[in-house]
């Protein structure tokens, strides 16, 4: 994030948003895994490639009572 915002020399899209996004999930009691894969990589320096791997391994469960189970 960092080397982005030097390069570019102006605030990299989506940054501040992933943060705002992660302040409204802890807020309302969200569970959003990408947002918080997200701001791992962004503000904690997680490798984004462990980001993506613990998605991937994630469990399957249901993320919302409204959308339909489709194994």
Do not use: C, T
Not at 42 to 66: T, Y
């Amino acid at each position: 994030m960092d080397e982005a915002m030097k390069e570019v020399k102006m605030v990299v899209e989506g940054v501040y948003s992933a943060k705002a996004a992660m302040g409204l999930a802890k807020k309302y009691n969200i569970d959003m895994p990408i947002i918080e894969q997200v701001n791992e990589v962004l503000f904690n320096k997680k490798p984004a490639d462990a980001a993506v791997k613990d998605l991937m391994i994630r469990d399957k469960k249901l993320e919302h009572r409204d959308l339909p189970w489709n194994e």
